[in-house]
């Protein structure tokens, strides 16, 4: 069993910036596949970032952005406080939505209560 914990999300103007937390209760994040969606009212849950796992097979860490947060939106991980993190820059209106974090380790799945981000004036 792992227990994810989203923290970070805020009103900011347009144009600013937010760094999203996202700390796992297990120290496996390093080999575990991550994952950081969002969700607006009335939308799908979508995939903004993720983040391939270590495996014996890979020496390099991958990671795929959504093409509307492309060059704007980070994501990167400090294994020692088993935390990774999503650095969101220059954002916009349309990213308003409840943010979540997603860790996938073994048969598991699991999920973060999620972090409210608001984009306004």
């Known amino acids: 069993q792992v227990h994810v914990v989203e923290s970070g999300g805020g009103l900011v103007q347009p144009g600013g910036s937010l760094r999203l937390s996202c700390t796992a209760s297990?120290?496996?994040?390093?080999?575990?596949?991550l994952g950081w969606y969002r969700q607006s009212p009335g939308q799908e849950r979508e995939l903004v970032a993720s983040m391939s796992s270590t495996s014996v097979a890979s020496y390099t860490t991958l990671v795929n952005y959504a093409d509307s947060v492309k060059d704007r939106f980070t994501m990167y991980r400090h294994d020692a406080s088993n935390t990774v993190y999503l650095q969101m820059n220059r954002l916009k209106s349309e990213d308003t939505a409840i943010y979540y974090c997603?860790?996938?380790?073994?048969?598991?799945?699991?999920w973060g209560q999620g972090t409210q981000v608001i984009v306004s004036s």
């Open positions: 997603n860790v996938r380790y073994g048969p598991g799945i699991y």
């Open positions: 297990r120290n496996i994040l390093s080999i575990a596949t």
